[in-house]
């Protein structure tokens, strides 16, 4: 039986503000390909000639999407390669695109990502924050009862979370933060990666606003903001062994000397063993 050869669809990442940033693959791609689906096909344009690449561009942005991935879908039916780029950065990620792609699932046309820059990516890379596992939330939502409700709900989230941001919302979004999660929470703003304004400031969320509101340099171009993820109180800050100590002990000698002769076996303080004794008693711990 014949079988049909559908073309393929790459999802090609283009640079965060500095050129240099593109890969030879990326370029390579966007050359042989027979079609670029971009955001804006100006802007895209620009970063062709800038590498002296000509090919053909076809508009795909958030407003013709849904109509667009029909044609480009036909398109990759008759065996065309396509190129799928953003105005920067990787496509998809909160950019247009995912469309297209659960229609070349469901049209079984193969799908090959490119790595290349991300700027959450990039700024979670030098924000100092622990990001073996982290969230990625977009851009926090305009409406303010919106943006507050998402906030709460972070609250005790213990991964790192991510929010792409505007220079027109970074003020408030930062009162929101303290008002709705906490003002000693550490946070990181990134902006202009890679650019020439880069800066990559951390602070407690309360210090962070004053030191926005200082200097309005300091939250000019494009933002992200990192914020730490929630740690749990500990509950018991001494160890099991201590504890097990204690309670053998305890059979023997009054609670008084039994603190005092774990605190010398474990060489720690008694005050602490005594408070935390106290407090596990009353959390019905031991
Ligand atoms: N797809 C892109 C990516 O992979 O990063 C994100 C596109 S989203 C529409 C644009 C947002 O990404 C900006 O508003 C800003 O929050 C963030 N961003 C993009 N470039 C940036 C940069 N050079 N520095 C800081 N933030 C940047």
């Not at 849904?66 to 008759?78: R, Y």
């Not at 977009?138 to 929010?163: M, N, Q, V, W």
């Amino acid at each position: 039986m014949n079988q049909l050869k559908t073309g393929t669809l790459y999802i090609v990442p283009t640079p965060i503000g500095n050129l240099s940033d593109i890969t030879n693959r990326a370029l390579k791609i966007l050359k042989d390909v027979d079609l670029i689906a971009a955001e804006n096909i100006r802007h895209t344009n620009i970063l062709l000639q800038n590498f002296n690449i000509k090919n053909q561009l076809i508009l795909m942005n958030k407003d013709n999407e849904k109509t667009q991935s029909d044609n480009l879908i036909n398109k990759l039916k008759q065996g065309n390669k396509i190129a799928l780029v953003s105005n920067a950065g990787t496509p998809i990620i909160n950019d247009p695109g995912s469309i297209l792609i659960a229609k070349c699932y469901f049209f079984h046309i193969k799908i090959i990502p490119l790595p290349g820059p991300c700027a959450a990516i990039t700024a979670l890379s030098a924000s100092g924050i622990k990001n073996n596992r982290f969230c990625y939330e977009g851009f926090l939502p305009s409406k303010k009862k919106t943006r507050c409700d998402l906030l709460f709900s972070l609250k005790e989230e213990t991964r790192t979370i991510i929010f792409y941001e505007s220079k027109y919302r970074i003020l408030q979004s930062i009162r929101d933060i303290i008002e709705q999660i906490d003002k000693n929470r550490h946070i990181v703003i990134a902006r202009e990666i890679t650019k020439k304004w880069e800066s990559i400031y951390g602070a407690k969320a309360h210090l962070m606003l004053k030191w926005l509101q200082e200097d309005k340099n300091r939250y000019r171009g494009e933002l992200i903001i990192i914020i730490d993820g929630f740690k749990k109180p500990q509950k018991n800050n001494l160890s099991k062994k201590v504890f097990d100590t204690f309670l053998k002990v305890k059979n023997f000698l009054s609670l008084k000397q039994s603190v005092l002769l774990t605190s010398q076996i474990h060489k720690i303080s008694k005050n602490i063993l005594y408070q935390q004794v106290i407090k596990n008693k009353d959390d019905k711990i031991i």
